[in-house]
Nanobody
Framework: VQLQASGGGLVQAGGSLRLSCAAS????????MGWFRQAPGKEREFVAV???????VYAESVKGRFTISRDNAKSTVYLRMNSLKPEDTAVYYC?????????????????WGQGTLVTVSS
């Protein structure tokens, strides 16, 4: 599967953005989809994941502010980001992992998109 992330940009603190990740290839519905981010000088970290069945898990740092969703008909996963903070500034990557229905992975994803930059100004 190939992944193409988009939607990043510059936003003021307190603002919102929606990231999209379009998947090409076969059987999007067979993949758990995740978002990760990497801030300058830091390691990549988990942000959110949505399972094949729609179960979601979030990092504590974004819980209550970010929402992950998927549209299997469009082979697309979204990350709605509200109440953005300067510390959310990072390159955001989408990722895919083929799993059985109930699995909700937060690591070891197999496929990665190219990343989209989110910059939050104070």
């Amino acid at each position: 599967v190939q992944l193409q992330a988009s939607g990043g940009g510059l936003v003021q603190a307190g603002g919102s953005l929606r990231l999209s990740c379009a998947a090409s290839g076969h059987s999007f519905s067979r993949y758990a989809m995740g978002w990760f981010r990497q801030a300058p000088g830091k390691e990549r970290e988990f942000v959110a994941v949505i399972s094949r069945s729609g179960t979601t898990v979030y990092a504590e740092s974004v819980k209550g502010r970010f929402t992950i969703s998927r549209d299997n008909a469009k082979s697309t996963v979204y990350l709605r980001m509200n109440s953005l903070k300067p510390e959310d500034t990072a390159v955001y990557y989408c990722a895919a992992k083929p799993v059985i229905l109930s699995v909700v992975p937060t690591s070891a994803f197999d496929y990665w998109g190219q990343g989209t930059l989110v910059t939050v100004s104070s």
